[in-house]
């Protein structure tokens, strides 16, 4: 596996353990992390919850035009449903997508990309309007809020320079909805989930004539868990072979994040980002605060995959003196007091150190993004009333991506666009109901019978939703045989969790993912 932006590697970790599958869905609500349980799917019965619209095929077709570092882009936008059906031939959904081709290029050629965001419950605006599309969303370079109303500008890092894009929406988020009398539930779970988005692709692969064209997949969050195992969804169900996956912020295997009694692993996972953090805040001492953020990030790495491992591995066994000493070692490595440390038995949660790293200053700091703080009603209390770094983006992105698909797509509804919605939870984990969920074997299995798919990597370094050592830890125990190792690379960038959302790890990912799909066309040639 190539790296980018990392030093020498971590020290291994050898922690397992198994309980009930959990949830990725946190976005707008830091409590409903890992709690979702798994149901029984009972498809067929119309829920009056969500009244669905009659279902139909819809497109509408603009043309368009951005200027990219000098050079005129022309593409075509198409804004449309693709009906779904079942084997009667029935609609059993209506797919939402906004698709961009490049005007004029060979299609046998032209790679083209499926990109979604996470959740579960999220639309795909985030990438599309954040990261991928032809048009962003203006915030500072930082990636921070600017004030309403808000408007777009033409994305210098847009994918459509090289490759062609399909931005998908799942069942109940965006504009896709359930056709009237099916139960939407039976999208609402991961294997669900899998046949509704795999079964999209095909058809859009089909009505488009895109067969022979590279494919890729673009995942952000729980889009990660989505495109891992659709890469082996596609693979052994509609013959699709891919070329490669672009993976931002990543969760495949949800052990690594899961903050329940018996898991140690995510404590020890989540130290390093916990330490970036308190570095950006100015909370560290010493030579850990005069180090740049690489040798600070390096050095939890080294504490946190050793001594702190060994610790939390020795439960009860810990004596009074060891204890102390990893309590002052956490402690140095945190910016939180080494009684606190005591006090949560060596332990400290997301939500716990989000309030407590800035408690004696009464603000708390973001969990998509750490370098964002929020202010409550008090400093007491065990976790944040809201996540400051959803808040600075929700408003923007909500009222620019509703402007531009009527002014500029022409899609005109007064259907609500679903950016974010807990109506898909509880979220059905059934085939790995007591345990955690777990992709990488997929994603695994998928590079073992495609060995010319690549995966391309991002993580940010502030991130407390998917931290980057968490991943780290995911890649290093996939199991692939070393040869295939180098088709799985790496990178790094001082953001949060829409790392794209700052204007140098956008051109970044831009410049990151030009050379992966250049080099897994190359190959594929």
């Not at 022309?74 to 449903?81: F, P, R, S, V, W």
């Not at 050592?469 to 088709?487: C, I, Q, S, V």
Request: glycine fraction near 8%; hydrophobic fraction near 35%; proline fraction near 6%.
């Amino acid at each position: 596996m190539k790296r980018k932006m990392m030093n020498p590697r971590y020290a291994a970790i050898v922690v397992a353990c198994v309980v009930t599958a959990g949830s990725a869905w946190a976005q707008r609500n830091p409590r409903s992390q890992g709690q979702a349980e798994a149901t029984e799917e009972k498809p067929g019965a119309p829920s009056e919850k969500f009244p669905a619209p009659p279902a139909e095929e819809k497109t509408v077709k603009t043309q368009h035009v951005i200027h990219v570092n000098g050079q005129e882009l022309h593409y075509t936008a198409i804004a449309g449903t693709l009906l779904l059906s079942k084997d009667d031939g029935k609609p059993k959904a209506s797919i939402f997508y906004v698709s961009y081709a490049l005007d004029g290029a060979d299609k046998t050629k032209r790679p083209i990309t499926f990109a979604f965001n996470g959740g579960p419950g999220s639309s795909s605006v985030w990438l599309h309007m954040g990261a991928l599309g032809p048009k962003r969303v203006a915030l500072t370079p930082d990636g921070q809020a600017v004030p309403p109303p808000y408007h777009l500008v033409d994305n210098e890092g847009t994918a459509l320079v090289f490759s062609d894009i399909v931005f998908i929406d799942p069942v109940t988020t965006g504009f896709s909805r359930n056709a009237p009398g099916e139960d939407p539930k039976q999208f609402h779970g991961l294997e669900g989930d899998l046949a509704e988005v795999g079964d999209f692709i095909r058809l859009y692969t089909t009505r488009y004539g895109r067969w022979t064209s590279p494919k890729f997949l673009a995942g952000e969050s729980y889009g990660t868990t989505r495109a891992s195992a659709l890469s082996l969804y596609l693979l052994e169900n509609e013959g699709i072979y891919l070329n490669g996956i672009t993976l931002i912020s990543s969760i495949l295997n949800f052990e690594t994040a899961r903050f329940a009694p018996g898991n140690d692993l995510p404590y020890i996972l989540f130290l390093p980002t916990y330490t970036a953090a308190a570095w950006y805040h100015k909370k560290l001492s010493g030579d850990l605060q005069t180090g740049d953020l690489q040798h600070v990030t390096e050095e939890a790495r080294k504490f946190a995959g050793g001594p702190y491992k060994d610790a939390l591995m020795k439960g009860d066994q810990l004596s009074e003196t060891e204890r102390k000493e990893v309590a002052q070692q956490v402690a140095r490595f945190t910016g939180l007091p080494a009684e606190y440390v005591e006090e949560a038995n060596l332990r400290i949660s997301i939500s716990r150190f989000t309030k407590a790293l800035m408690r004696n200053e009464m603000k708390t700091v973001g969990r998509y993004d750490s370098r964002l703080e929020g202010v409550d009603a008090d400093a007491a209390g065990e976790r944040p009333e809201y996540d400051p770094s959803y808040a600075a983006v929700q408003g923007a992105f909500t009222a620019a991506f509703n402007e531009y698909v009527r002014s500029d797509l022409n899609w005109q509804t007064d259907m609500p666009y679903e950016v974010l919605t807990a109506k898909v939870q509880p979220w059905n984990y059934s085939n790995f109901t007591n345990q955690y969920v777990n992709v990488a074997e997929r994603l695994r299995s998928a590079m073992s019978q495609n060995p010319f798919m690549r995966v391309l990597q991002m993580n940010g370094y502030y991130d407390l939703a998917t931290p980057f050592f968490a991943t780290e830890y995911t890649f290093e125990h996939l199991g692939l045989e070393p040869k295939l190792r180098d088709n799985v690379t790496m990178h790094y960038c001082d953001a949060g969790h829409m790392l794209y959302l700052k204007q140098s790890c956008l051109e970044e990912l831009h410049r990151d993912m030009a050379q992966m799909y250049q080099g897994a066309v190359t190959t594929g040639r």
